[in-house]
T-cell receptor, first 113, second 115 residues
Framework: RKEVEQDPGPFNVPEGATVAFNCTYS??????FFWYRQDCRKEPKLLMS???SGNEDGRFTAQLNRASQYISLLIRDSKLSDSATYLC??????????????FGAGTRLAVHP | NAGVMQNPRHLVRRRGQEARLRCSPM?????VYWYRQLPEEGLKFMVY????????ESGMPKERFSAEFPKEGPSILRIQQVVRGDSAAYFC?????????????FGQGTRLTVV
């Protein structure tokens, strides 16, 4: 089983739609969670952190379910500019006693007019 | 505070040559990650380094690839005797030491083309 798994998509949605992505992780000791966004041929950039209580930033809402070991990202009122690949990132303590960032393979979103 | 700096941005090598990719982390960051991304694919973890120490190289191919992060200077990803399949974007990310809840910041990547 992969350490972090995401549906690769693509998700093709019209402008204004609401779309949700899920990401599952295998290490129950994982401590921190993030969503990154990667535009075509660019570097990944932090979109938002994911807190235990859930958090919202404008049209974006992130949630964490520790019991089921998944995080989610909800995008409301999709814009054309939201078209990108969304990467789930997990930080956890691994054998050897170090923290390590693990990236999911990403979910591709395409918003069309 | 400058971000993560990678150079060169683009690198063209002939088959059999060596490629050296450099990454200078953000100021105050002492942990560096290297990732490879093939066209139309996701990021693939290669190696995780601390200054003067390789923490995890489980994603590195066993041959031709090596990485270092010396006490002074940038982290270097070295690919010997490059082949066409090495053509990809190589991203470096850095994070502060000892912070388990801090995100990593990426450089703009080096696009390696092997001809």
């Amino acid at each position: 089983r992969k350490e972090v798994e995401q549906d690769p998509g693509p998700f093709n949605v019209p402008e204004g739609a609401t779309v949700a992505f899920n990401c599952t992780y295998s290490n129950s000791a994982s401590q921190s969670f993030f969503w990154y966004r990667q535009d075509c041929r660019k570097e990944p950039k932090l979109l938002m952190s994911v807190y235990s209580s859930g958090n919202e930033d404008g049209r974006f809402t992130a949630q964490l379910n520790r019991a089921s070991q998944y995080i989610s990202l909800l995008i409301r009122d999709s814009k054309l500019s939201d078209s990108a690949t969304y990467l789930c990132v997990v930080i956890g303590m691994f054998s050897g006693g170090y923290n390590k960032l693990i990236f999911g393979a990403g979910t591709r979103l395409a918003v069309h007019p | 505070n400058a971000g993560v700096m990678q150079n060169p941005r683009h690198l063209v090598r002939r088959r059999g040559q060596e490629a050296r990719l450099r990454c200078s982390p953000m100021k105050g960051h002492s942990h560096v990650y290297w990732y490879r991304q093939l066209p139309e694919e996701g990021l693939k973890f290669m190696v995780y380094l601390q200054k003067e120490n390789i923490i995890d190289e489980s994603g590195m191919p066993k041959e031709r690839f090596s990485a270092e992060f010396p006490k002074e200077g940038p982290s270097i990803l070295r690919i010997q005797q490059v082949v066409r399949g090495d053509s990809a974007a190589y991203f470096c990310a850095s994070s502060p030491i000892g912070h388990s809840n801090t995100e990593a910041f990426f450089g703009q990547g080096t696009r390696l083309t092997v001809v």
